[in-house]
């Protein structure tokens, strides 16, 4: 409990030059029980149904509705004490919130020849904390020989910034940095790593990342005893949601790189760090692209089973 703590230390109840010579009755008042409470509760509603839509000379063109409604109420809620900072040792601050979010979705499975067929997707979500997305998708697959199927995809995405990330209170966190500055101000080098005051806060004003993402393919059947596939695919993601420790915010500010709105380094008179606010913010892009190859094989042994192998290789 550090009021106790800094009440004892002040008047000398308890002696910091002999730490283990502490009355355990003194050791004891300055303690404190903490606790914490969390819950996540989601209520959903939703359905679908499945139909067809009309005939085509290849076929049945298919489709699919459906419809979700989602209320999700969050809370990790912390002791008093910890709450108004009374507790020394301790990390982390209460988060709580909720969210309502209502979907709709389709698809169309069209069979545009014997061996082609086309299917086109597309989802709308309703969030009332920060708007609404609709993200679609479109896949082809194409088996030109009984042996052989081609596919690819195309499709967008998003995701929504999730509750804790928006709605935190207010947490201390002592972390440690090198800063110049600080040193200066103690008369210490200037490469002394130093513990400073962080506090990690909320960003209401996080927006959800967006993805697109394509991709293309091979699967090969070339006897009833194996099988391979072969996938490239290549995903994009903007407005990635990352977090901003204390020393990145250190790097972003003495290079003049972008900062979070609310986010940053607060320095005193004498240069000397007083606090970092710390937390989640919107920056940037990820590109990422690959290569995934598999192959299968099954070997009957007549009454003895079988031997299945696998081969998985991604780049």
Same mark, same amino acid.
């Given at each position: $409990?550090?009021? /106790?703590?800094?009440?004892?230390?002040? !008047? +000398?109840?308890? %002696? /910091?030059?002999?730490? *283990? +010579? &502490? *009355?355990?009755?003194?050791?004891? %008042?300055? =303690?404190?029980?903490?606790? =914490?409470? +969390?819950? *996540?509760?989601?209520?959903?509603?939703?359905? &679908?149904? =499945?139909?067809?839509?009309? $005939?085509?000379?290849a076929g049945v063109v298919q489709g699919f509705l459906g419809f979700e409604y989602r209320e999700e109420d969050y809370e990790d809620l912390y002791d008093q004490q910890s709450v108004t900072g009374n507790v020394g040792g301790s990390a982390g601050n209460s988060a709580f919130g909720t969210r309502e979010t209502k979907s709709l979705f389709g698809e169309v499975l069209v069979p545009i020849l014997d061996n082609l067929e086309l299917d086109v997707a597309v989802r709308y979500d309703d969030y009332d904390d920060f708007g609404s997305a609709t993200s679609p998708k479109a896949s082809i697959r194409f088996q030109p020989l !009984?042996?052989?199927t081609l596919r690819a995809s195309y499709g967008e995405g998003f995701r929504a910034p999730p509750l804790p990330f928006l709605?935190?209170?207010?947490?201390? $966190?002592? *972390?440690? /940095?090198?800063?110049?500055?600080?040193?200066?101000?103690?008369?210490?080098d200037p490469d002394t790593s130093i513990q400073i005051n962080a506090f990690r806060i909320a960003n209401p004003d996080l927006e959800p990342e967006d993805s697109t993402q394509f991709s293309f393919g091979l699967a090969l059947a070339p006897a009833d005893w /194996? &099988?391979?596939?072969? !996938?490239?695919? $290549?995903?994009?993601?903007?407005?990635?949601?990352a977090f901003f420790g204390s020393s990145t915010l250190l790097g972003r500010e003495m290079n003049g790189g972008p900062i979070p709105p609310g986010l940053g380094v607060i320095r005193n008179a004498d240069g000397s760090i007083q606090r970092i606010n710390t937390g989640y913010g919107n920056e940037g892009e990820v590109k990422t692209d690959g290569? !995934?190859? &598999?192959v299968r094989t099954d070997f009957t042994l007549g009454g003895f089973g079988v031997i299945s192998n696998q081969l998985q290789i991604g780049y």
């Open positions: $409990s550090i009021p /106790v703590a800094t009440q004892y230390f002040a !008047d +000398g109840t308890y %002696d /910091v030059f002999d730490p *283990d +010579g &502490n *009355d355990p009755d003194v050791l004891a %008042d300055m =303690r404190t029980t903490v606790n =914490r409470n +969390g819950q *996540d509760v989601n209520d959903y509603i939703y359905g &679908n149904a =499945r139909m067809d839509l009309f $005939s085509m000379a !009984d042996i052989l709605n935190a209170e207010e947490a201390f $966190s002592a *972390d440690t /940095v090198v800063d110049p500055q600080t040193a200066a101000a103690f008369g210490l /194996v &099988n391979l596939t072969l !996938d490239y695919y $290549s995903i994009d993601v903007e407005n990635q949601i290569i !995934d190859f &598999n």
